[in-house]
């Protein structure tokens, strides 16, 4: 067995975290000794134990003389627990595979300097891409202090969102629907605009069969604080919901939602809306990593055009619409010349039922 096997176990142990870890990072741990797993163990939850800590503790044989494979580098400073180099230097651990060095200012190559001080053999980079992938949410916020932006649209062959009266629902399948609940669970918030909640009411909560499910907390853009006090987000308490308002909404507005129990949260105002750059800041304060756009036409415009978009995932129904005043996925003004149109890079594709899946990245 190879190091990249050992690592894979790794990331797959990580996985397990999902949802669960947020604003921390996916890790997972496996320790190996004469070609054996004798160990294995994951983060499981924000602010107990590191995965290092659960595959030693886990280690059914004397961890002497092993080597351990984890998709992060261990860490080296006191935070909710004590370093994980400490324990692994004790534990008489010989050799230590890392995917990735940890963003993380705190730690950042500090955690191998300690571990080759102490004359541990360490080796860095091992499926170092997929670890890097599997952490995107983490590495964003945690050099950023914001959270990583994923825009989600789901989409007919040719590009509309809904018929021309309004008709969305569904667009694509019920396994494209389900993969979207999987985004929820992933993410710590969702956002969409008042708009949305006016017209469709929606609960914006998680649901999948079989796994211990997280909701995210619910965003509404609503500069003037015009939400139905009635409507679902408001009164389903799954998770909290913070109302997004401008410095130009009503006193009376202000308090009816929260009298409701909802948040509201107050941003200047920009182009006669609320400020996406000044929330972005807010919710990384409020150690919100990861944000889920689940917005309309104007929001996803207004999302990409301040270059606040991390990823986007659009899913493509094989349906034909047609009509030209049915919305599209990107409205507002969009760009003047091609040159101007925003590139993805790092695309890829697949099949979800009979929907496409097309993800990529913004520079
Ligand atoms: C985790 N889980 O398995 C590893 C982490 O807030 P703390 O004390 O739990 O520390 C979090 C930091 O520890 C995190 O930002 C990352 O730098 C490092 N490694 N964190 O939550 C883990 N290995
Ligand atoms: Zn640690």
Redesign the pocket.
């Known amino acids: 067995m190879n190091d990249e096997y050992f690592m894979e176990m790794a990331l797959n142990l990580a996985k397990k975290g999902i949802g669960l ?1 947020n604003p ?2 996916l ?1 997972g741990a496996v320790i190996v000794k004469d070609g054996k797993v004798i160990g294995k163990g994951y ?1 499981e939850k924000y ?1 107990e134990n ?3 800590i659960n595959a030693l503790n886990n280690a059914k044989e004397d961890v002497y003389g092993a080597t351990m494979y984890v998709n ?1 580098e ?2 080296s400073h006191f ?3 004590p370093p ?1 180099v400490n324990r692994i230097i004790e534990s008489g651990i010989k050799k230590v595979v890392i995917a990735m060095e ?1 963003p ?1 200012p705190v ?1 950042s190559g500090k955690g191998i300097q300690i571990l080759k001080e102490n004359g541990l053999e360490v080796k860095v980079g091992v499926l170092k891409k997929e670890a890097e992938k599997l952490n995107e949410i983490f590495i964003k916020y ?1 050099s950023t202090g914001k959270p990583f932006v994923i825009l989600k649209v789901a989409m007919s062959l040719d590009g509309k969102i809904a018929t021309y009266t309004g008709d969305s629902r569904w667009i694509t399948d019920k396994r494209a629907r389900e993969y979207v609940h999987i985004l929820r669970q992933r993410v710590s918030a969702i956002l969409v605009g008042v708009n949305t909640v006016i017209v469709d009411d929606p609960m914006l909560n998680t649901r999948l069969n079989n796994i211990e499910c997280k909701d995210p907390i619910r965003i509404i853009l609503d500069s003037h604080g015009r939400i139905p006090l009635k409507s679902n987000v408001l009164n389903t308490n799954s998770s909290n919901t913070i109302v997004v308002v401008t410095n130009n909404a009503a006193e009376e507005n202000i308090k009816a939602i929260e009298k409701t129990g909802g948040e509201v949260m107050i941003t200047p105002v920009k182009d006669g809306k609320v400020d996406l750059q000044f929330l972005m800041g807010k919710l990384g304060e409020r150690k919100i990593d990861s944000l889920l756009i689940e917005g309309g036409g104007e929001i996803n415009f207004s999302f990409l055009k301040e270059k606040l978009v991390d990823k986007v995932i659009f899913f493509i129904a094989p349906k034909i619409i047609g009509g030209e005043t049915s919305k599209t996925p990107v409205e507002g003004k969009g760009v003047e010349y091609l040159k101007d149109a925003i590139d993805l890079k790092d695309i890829t594709m697949c099949k979800i039922g009979d929907d496409i899946m097309v993800e990529g990245y913004l520079s």
Do not use: S
């Open positions: 870890t921390n990072p890790v983060h602010g590191h995965a290092e992060l261990p860490c935070g909710n627990v994980c940890d993380n730690v945690i």
